[in-house]
């Protein structure tokens, strides 16, 4: 799945990416957070992306990603949702 940094201003609910970014593999950027990810909406208006997702470093300084889901993105959540329960 692939990713690329967004912006996200909450008021006028308007996402732009951010200038400079590079697309991400999503897996990888869950890493870098240790999964301290969240879904924040959908998204229609930018190509090949489908939901916006807010991550938090060890600071708690939040980050914004578009992320483009496939079934990929559901098996993963399975997958940490059992590890979580220990029935690896």
Known sequence: MKSIQAEFEKISKKITIQKDAKEEDWAKVCR???DDVSRVCNVMDKEDYTGLFECFDDDNKRFFYLVKEDKNLY???RKHFLDNLGLK
Do not use: C, D, P
């Open 32 to 34: 870098k957070f240790n």
């Open 75 to 77: 098996r993963m959540k």
